[in-house]
């Protein structure tokens, strides 16, 4: 009798385990997809910071170049006048 309630234990025992390990793997899966979708919007992030700082860097280019050509302006007017 001791027996049968040790065998019976024991596969009680190892379908606990078999279960948890099936819960485990489900969490490890999420985990991963959960983990390549943060990496997808990091990227999608990445892009648009660079994106934005290329943006940046034309305008102040544009910028500069439009200060320039108001200084010549300036030169040229003041040379004219006087």
Known sequence: MLYILKFVSRDAKIAALEK???E???LIAEA???KIRHMDEVHAAQKKVA???SRYCLLCFCLMLGNVIISLYHL???NLFY
């Open 20 to 22: 948890t390990s099936q």
């Open 24 to 26: 485990t793997e489900k």
């Open 32 to 34: 991963r997809s959960e």
């Open 51 to 53: 994106d934005l700082e």
């Open 76 to 78: 040229f007017f003041r």
